[in-house]
């Protein structure tokens, strides 16, 4: 006689940002570590009132990520932060060749990480080089 069973299959785990640059076709694989820095939540009350930024609660918030995907508008990448639609960030790397503000443009929250599509408020050129 034979007995069913089940078995659980091996599936490599994708990451979660690339699952997301699959919306941005001009999307390239990196490794860039830099230093997000979150100054002006969305929901930040003083912002978009002409309020002086000290009329703001104070919600700096820094974290060590890596950028995995780049576009050369957008950046995508994960971290820990609780960032929502419309933040602003600083995104700086080491020696300072990146050092841009940018602004959430999309948001998927996984446990424990946050994946993070942003599009730069400035032009940076040449940040990315394709060959």
């Given amino acids: 006689m034979a007995q069913s069973g089940t ?9 979660t940002v690339a699952d997301l640059a699959r919306f941005f076709p001009e999307a390239t ?3 860039i570590p830099v230093e997000l820095t979150r100054s ?4 930040d009350p003083a912002r978009g009132l002409g309020l002086p930024e000290s ?3 104070e919600s700096v918030l820094s974290e060590s990520t890596v950028i995995e995907f780049g576009t050369a508008r ?3 990448f994960s971290c820990t932060a609780p960032l929502e639609f419309a933040d602003v960030l600083r995104l700086r790397n080491s020696d300072g060749s990146l050092d841009t ?3 959430v443009v999309a948001v998927q929250y996984h446990p424990g990480s ?3 599509a942003a599009r ?3 032009a940076v050129p040449n940040w990315i080089v394709k060959s």
Avoid: C, D, I, Y
């Avoid at 078995?7 to 990451?15: E, P």
């Avoid at 002006?40 to 929901?43: F, G, I």
């Fill in 7 to 15: 078995a659980k299959g091996r599936v490599g785990q994708v990451s």
């Fill in 40 to 43: 002006h939540p969305a929901s």
């Fill in 74 to 76: 957008e950046v995508l």
């Fill in 29 to 31: 694989p990196v490794r």
């Fill in 114 to 116: 946050t994946v993070v």
């Fill in 55 to 57: 009329a703001a609660p």
């Fill in 120 to 122: 730069f408020l400035n």
């Fill in 101 to 103: 503000e940018a602004s």
